[in-house]
């Protein structure tokens, strides 16, 4: 989780995490925003924020399960992209 979050803030994603959990996401509004969770036998799960509730924000069941180093750099290539993605459509028309 420790690379996963250096890549978080390197793109300016806001973070939050816990023991067992990261939360990032791209703006107040959670337009864009993923949980990885450490799973019960050790992999690495990735949540989709679905919806806004006023005291629960809710994520969906997991995207993407990162077993592997390879699988981490992947995610964090998603991240990037994303970044990259949101920068283009904001600033351009």
């Not at 990032?24 to 509730?53: C, M, P």
């Not at 180093?69 to 991240?79: A, H, Y």
Request: aromatic share 10%; charged share 25%.
């Amino acid at each position: 989780m420790d690379f996963i979050e250096q890549v978080a803030i390197g793109q300016d994603w806001q973070v939050t995490r816990t023991k067992l959990q990261l939360r990032i996401f791209d703006d107040n509004h959670h337009a864009t925003a993923f949980q990885v969770k450490l799973n019960r036998v050790g992999y690495l799960q990735i949540h989709a924020w679905e919806t806004s509730h006023p005291k629960v924000d809710s994520y969906g069941r997991a995207i993407y399960s990162l077993r592997t180093e390879s699988d981490v750099v992947m995610f964090c290539n998603i991240l990037m992209a994303s970044t990259a993605i949101r920068a283009m459509r904001r600033g351009e028309s």
